[in-house]
């Protein structure tokens, strides 16, 4: 019997299991800036009808104001030029009462669990 599967990672790896958690009424939409990404994701996603990958700026997502029901990043806004416009655009895309879940790491409590203590202290500086 197999194993349990590794979690997927890179550009479009939630994308399919979030179609598999939806109602399949619905459509999966996922934007990156980068076109290697865009293209990653696509080809991950090719065989999910209700998927769809846009190339755009977390700034100026390429969505009509209130198209969304629900928005979700992950290790997102670290990265961003302006993590407050982020946000005022996500609030443009969700329609009233839609619902953001965004993950952020505390690199400050940062924990590595590893035999090596020296280098998990390397790992989280």
């Known amino acids: 019997m197999p194993g349990p599967r590794a979690p997927q990672r890179g550009p479009g790896a939630d994308l399919t299991s979030l179609a ?3 109602t399949g009424t619905g459509t999966v939409i996922g934007a990156d800036r980068d076109p290697a990404a865009i293209e990653a994701a696509r080809e991950r996603a090719a ?7 846009l190339l755009g ?22 990265h961003v030029a302006d993590p407050a416009q982020a946000l005022r655009e996500f609030h443009h895309v969700l329609r009233p009462g839609g619902r953001l879940v965004m ?3 505390d690199w400050d409590t940062l924990a ?9 202290r390397a790992c989280t500086r």
Not at 112 to 120: N, T
């Open 57 to 78: 700026d977390i700034h100026a997502l390429p969505l009509l104001d209130h198209a969304a029901d629900r928005a979700r990043t992950d290790r997102t806004l670290q």
């Open 20 to 22: 598999e958690a939806g």
């Open 47 to 53: 065989d999910r009808q209700t998927v769809t990958v």
């Open 112 to 120: 590595v669990d590893h035999p090596d203590s020296d280098l998990s």
């Open 103 to 105: 993950g952020e790491p």
